[in-house]
Structures are given as C-alpha cells and as structure tokens.
C-alpha cells in the first residue's frame, strides 16, 4: 500500500488481486468516512476494458451516540422523551431501580433524541441500548 494515501493503497491492491478460477467479474463496495469506493474487476474471458474506479464524496452523516443502560434492572424514564427532544450533556434521562437502588442515566453529550428505545417500566439488561442522541 502507498505511505502517502492509503485508500489509493488499497485500491491500487484490490487491483492487483488475481480473480478465483472460473470467476467472471467481482466488485467491492466499501463505504465510510464520507467517501464511497466502488472497484470493479473483469477475468481475463470478459475483460473489454481496465477496471473502473469510482470515488465520490456522499451527504455527510449524522453523528450519533447511544445511551447504554449502566445495571439491570427497571427503566423509569425521567419524562416523556420524544423523537427530537433537545437535551444537554449531563441532563438525566432516566433511572434505572435495581435492589433499592436508583442509577441515573444521564446524557452523554448535547445533542437531539433521535431514538427512544425502551420504555418506561420496562426490564433491562447491562449494556442494553436505552436511546439514540443525535450529536450537535
């Protein structure tokens, strides 16, 4: 791979690879970090031209973060939360009772709900995602 690109590396390797026997034609699709790259090889019996390579910008993606549940327990959300609330970076989203204990979770970061997902009342595991917090 080249020191100086290393996506450019990598494409200049996946061109390089020799096709399986009996394998026409493959692509490689690869997606991240705002840029998509599509390589395209042809075997030797279908090859009408060198292999295409496509690299473009795509709309940039929203950043988000997930809100994990700290214990086991019972979920009681601090109130209502709606796609689109606004919260800020330590605002409390709910509590999680487990043995006579209440766990606040709280935001991580200021940002917009982008996903509710658990209700309240309802039995969680350790770990389990709570919410989507879309990142300002």
């Known amino acids: 791979m080249s020191d100086s ?9 996946l061109l390089k690879l020799e096709l399986p026997h009996g394998l ?20 030797e019996a279908s090859r009408a031209s060198a292999p295409a390579i496509a690299i473009e910008d795509t709309t940039p993606i929203e950043k988000t973060q997930r809100v994990h549940a700290t214990t086991v327990g019972l979920f009681s959300a ?14 409390v ?13 709280s935001a991580p970061a200021d940002g917009e709900i982008r996903e509710v997902l658990v209700t309240g009342g309802a039995p969680v595991e350790y770990g389990q995602a709570l919410f989507v917090i879309a990142l300002r």
């Open 24 to 43: 026409d034609a493959v692509t490689i699709e690869v997606e991240a970090d705002g840029f998509a790259v599509s390589v395209s090889r042809q075997g």
């Open 93 to 105: 989203l709910g509590g999680i009772q487990s043995l006579g204990h209440v766990a606040e979770i």
């Open 5 to 13: 690109d290393p996506l450019l590396g990598l494409v200049d390797d």
């Open 78 to 91: 601090a109130r209502e939360w709606s796609t689109g609330d606004a919260v800020a970076r330590g605002d």
